[in-house]
């Protein structure tokens, strides 16, 4: 496959201006992401996301490292580079406020090589699928901001570029527009194979429509791997053990010593434990524990898991997350 984004040993510095304070926001991130291909960026709050996208875009220059698009390095061959481009950024919207919805549409359409009525079945086709069918004439100021932040998507999709670089596209919608905008970019996915970055803490958004996800923490990948792969190394790991009976204080605390990430529910009359087993020994452990009170032990299954709690395990940095 060929690589569309390279990011290079990219590292990132601010100086806060009052107090002289250095932050290093990014430090020494490299990954790829190929033709075609929707790669999620994830990390906690601060992690580097926003910096790494706005290095990419070229809004904010790396200390050190390379990024390339198409071959095209960023900071030597800007315009070149930033051709290929389009971006999304959080809380700074691509949009002129005092024009319409299709006058923003048109005018950021440009013509790119298309002709007028190629742009305007364009046009018109992502008016029916963002939903702002009836909303075409009225100015973006006073739009909601679900059906902003929708225009910006389109708008970003209407300049054809093959780079599509999306900054929380869901943060602070509510629930029902952000299942609304994950469901419209899912076709736009699936339809366009353009080459798109998301950073989300939306999980669902990340496990919906990403095939790979960065994973950054302090400034530094903790995690390159395709999100399906994730989840199948996490579901092998996840049991979920009904106890007949509860543990004593003794087990209990022996337990979540043991396994500091495990949840343990207790009943009047049973209990249950979730636990990742990120060793095939880390079995031994568990029933040794349940063997010291003779704890019956009623079944063993495996647990399903979704993004969301993968995502917080390699964050909360399990012991083991690479792949076996
Ligand atoms: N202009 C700036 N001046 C000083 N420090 C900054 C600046 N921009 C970002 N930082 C700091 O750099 C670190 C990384 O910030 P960044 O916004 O890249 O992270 P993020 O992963 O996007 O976070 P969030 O998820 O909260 O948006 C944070 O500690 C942040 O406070």
Not at 31 to 55: H, Q
Not at 75 to 86: G, M, N, Q, T, V
Not at 143 to 156: D, H, N, T, Y
């Amino acid at each position: 496959m060929e690589k569309v984004i390279e990011v290079k040993n990219i590292s990132k510095t601010y100086v806060k201006r009052k107090t002289k304070e250095s932050i290093t926001a990014v430090n020494d991130i490299s990954f790829d992401v190929y033709r075609g291909e929707v790669l999620g960026l994830l990390g906690p709050n601060g992690a580097g996301k926003t910096s790494t996208i706005k290095m990419i875009c070229g809004l904010l220059a790396q200390d050190q490292g390379s990024i390339h698009i198409n071959g095209m390095d960023v900071r030597k061959d800007r315009l070149k580079a930033l051709r290929h481009i389009s971006a999304v950024l959080e809380g700074n919207r691509n949009l002129y406020w005092r024009l319409t919805v299709r006058e923003n549409m048109e005018y950021f359409a440009g013509n790119r090589g298309r002709s007028r009525r190629e742009m305007t079945n364009q046009i018109e086709k992502l008016i029916i699928q963002f939903g702002l069918k009836g909303k075409e004439n009225e100015l973006v100021n006073g739009l909601s901001r679900g059906m902003q932040q929708k225009l910006a998507i389109a708008v970003a999709l209407l300049a054809n570029t093959e780079v599509i670089l999306l900054d929380e596209p869901t943060l602070g919608l509510d629930v029902e527009i952000s299942y609304e905008l994950r469901e419209i970019l899912k076709t736009i996915v699936k339809e366009d194979r353009r080459t798109i970055i998301i950073s989300s803490h939306d999980m669902p958004v990340v496990q919906e429509l990403c095939d790979r996800v960065t994973i950054i923490n302090q400034g530094t990948v903790i995690v390159d791997e395709k999100v399906n792969n994730l989840l199948e190394l996490f579901e092998t790991r996840a049991y979920s053990i009904k106890l007949g009976n509860p543990l004593t204080e003794n087990q209990e605390s022996q337990l979540l010593s043991t396994f500091p990430l495990c949840t343990y529910k207790r009943g009047p009359l049973q209990a249950l434990v979730e636990v990742n087993l990120e060793r095939s020994d880390d079995i031994y452990d568990l029933i040794e524990i349940f063997k010291a009170e003779r704890t019956i032990v009623e079944s063993i299954d495996r647990a399903s898991i979704d993004f969301e709690q993968v995502f917080m395990k390699v964050v909360k940095g399990e012991r083991n997350y690479a792949m076996a």
